[in-house]
């Protein structure tokens, strides 16, 4: 398999995994599908091959026009849990008509399912109120390996540091920097907000689960390591990866997913 980050941030989260000729979405927030169409090119995946839109949850910056459109041109569905569609029609009469044309397919959490080559399993997150819908993480695997994905939640759960454990790529929020946050000047709601259990993991708490899952005595560990949704105002890409790396082991690759643009495609 093979995975790109095309966005990530407050701003916009697009990432396709892929195996060969298929591949699927995952989220597809505010921005373009054509701008997402020349990124897939520019990967080295057809958008024809995309199977499939797996969204996280209904806040825009996952669940966006592109989504839809994406949907009706490539016959490609939405896939998401119901409460999560449901939350983003009540934000947007445009996504009403999906489920009349067949544009969406419901997951439920904590499960497995099988979409097109891919292996699909749901983990229930803690993230935002009804706005967000039911906010999932997945993993997804196809010929043997096996990609996570999770951001936009406020605290780790324990089921998810074992599928990532069981990962071969790990995609993690490691969304603020406590001391930026804390003095960022917003709201006081913001603030307690983002850093709750039902906002966006700190540098600390991703660093805190990361090294949870490279606990010794375990059979299985991910080989690299991506982090995502890095908020603009309130992180810096070194201040992440100071918290970050002195917990993974030395051959764990680290990397930061870009802002605005594509990162590397990797092999998972
Ligand atoms: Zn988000
Ligand atoms: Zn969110």
Redesign the pocket.
Known sequence: MRFVVLAS??SG?VSAVWNGTRGLLIDA?TGSSRSIESSLRGAGLRPEGIAGILV??A?S??FGRPARIFAKKYGAPVLTHRDTYAAACRRARDFQGMETLGHVRFLTENADHLHDAFQIRTYSVPHGTESAGRPLAFTIRCNGRTVFYA??LGTVPPYLIEAMREADFVLL?SNYDEEMEVTSGRPDHLIDWVTGPTG?LSNDQAAEALARVFEPGHGKYPKRVVLG?LSEECNLPELAIAAIRPRLPGHVELHIAPRYEASAVWDV
């Open positions: 941030g407050s989260n927030g996280t949850h806040h910056d996952h951001t936009d929020e966006h949704h």
